[in-house]
């Protein structure tokens, strides 16, 4: 039974958690500035999400929640992970390397690694960050599962749809702005703000 109230609550929870930037959302901009393969990789990341929330949704969050061992694998893994990726932006953003180069035209141009190459960058970008398992398979899984029977799967539909939306607009956003975000200063700045960011989640995973 389809309930309004509880999509909402679906998507709003769900967009609390995907819209700070992040190493994901990270991605997507660069891929939209440098204007290859984007709509590919906003499927990628789309695809990721609803997998993992129905995952969640199904019970497997529960499992992770009351077991100690995978719990901490989890935490202590998602908080490698950003602080690993926070040094490394702000490294990138001291150096002042690494800005993308927009590529012309508003249509995705060709990239010289291709769509596997493409593919395989985003996959590893999602999948490899575990902090992504505890937002959407442990926390949404957990409230998710807490509702009625009936209000599951509305909520559970706010979530993705939330997904569906960020991404899509954060890619379509980054295309039509990669004049601006492509600048060096611009995107050192963005560097910095996401190495902060990453290195405040990592410490908030650690304190649980």
Do not use: K
């Not at 199904?58 to 995978?70: D, K």
């Not at 926070?86 to 990239?111: F, K, Q, V, Y």
């Amino acid at each position: 039974m389809f309930s309004q109230h509880i999509f909402m609550q679906g998507l709003g929870l769900g967009a609390s958690l995907i819209m700070p930037i992040g190493a994901q959302n990270a991605h997507v901009i660069r891929t939209g500035v440098r204007g290859r393969h984007v709509a590919l990789t906003v499927a990628a990341c789309v695809v990721v999400d609803v997998g993992l929330i129905a995952l969640g949704m199904s019970g497997f969050g529960a499992l992770v929640e009351e077991s100690p061992a995978l719990l901490a694998a989890c935490r202590w893994g998602g908080a490698a992970f950003l602080l690993w990726y926070g040094l490394r932006c702000l490294a990138s953003s001291w150096r002042g390397a690494g800005a993308p180069t927009p590529a012309p035209g508003l249509a995705d141009a060709p990239a010289a690694g291709g769509a596997r190459q493409a593919l395989v960058a985003v996959l590893a970008m999602s999948l490899l960050n575990p902090h992504v398992y505890l937002d959407t398979v442990v926390l949404l899984g957990a409230v998710g599962n807490s509702l009625a029977l009936e209000h599951r799967s509305s909520f559970a539909a706010g979530a993705m749809v939330a997904s569906l939306l960020w991404f899509a607009a954060l890619g379509l956003l980054a295309r039509r702005c990669a004049s601006v975000l492509g600048r060096p200063a611009v995107w050192r700045a963005i560097e910095a703000c996401t190495g902060v960011l990453m290195l405040a989640l990592a410490a908030l995973v650690l304190r649980g």
